[in-house]
């Protein structure tokens, strides 16, 4: 079992900036690929960015590309979501989650095992 606790959400102007921050225990987060996701009222979850550490490969949602950044820090057991430059449609709640997805369906959500709580993102205008 993998315990995933985000955190780093919150109210920020259009154009700022926010980083995200996925705690995991439980297990090594190394063998995983960790993702975000994100879903936003009345709206399904959309996929936002993935790393397979391992692999030493980043994948990203087109909405997000050039903006959002993933990373992870294996000693501290922990998947980093920095967002630059956002803007009112990023305003969503973000959640981390752990898997084992073919590298073709990172960005299909039930691929994966491990959810957090998820955070709030609100962004104004």
């Known amino acids: 079992q993998v315990q995933l606790v985000e955190s780093g959400g919150g109210l920020v102007q259009a154009g700022g900036s926010l980083r995200l921050s996925c705690a995991a225990s439980?297990?090594?987060?190394?063998?995983?690929?960790m993702a975000w996701f994100r879903q936003a009222p009345g709206k399904e979850r959309e996929f936002v960015a993935a790393?397979?550490?391992?692999?030493?490969?980043?994948y990203y949602g087109d909405s997000v590309k050039g903006r959002f950044t993933i990373s992870v820090d294996n000693a501290k057991n922990t998947v980093y979501l920095q967002m630059n430059s956002l803007k009112p449609e990023d305003t969503a709640v973000y959640y981390c989650?752990?898997?084992?997805?073919?590298?073709?369906?990172?960005?299909?959500?039930?691929?994966?095992?491990?959810w957090g709580q998820g955070t709030q993102v609100t962004v104004s205008s």
């Open positions: 989650t752990a898997g084992r997805p073919v590298l073709s369906r990172v960005g299909v959500d039930y691929e994966y095992d491990y």
């Open positions: 439980g297990r090594a987060i190394s063998p995983y690929t």
């Open positions: 790393i397979n550490w391992s692999a030493g490969r980043t």
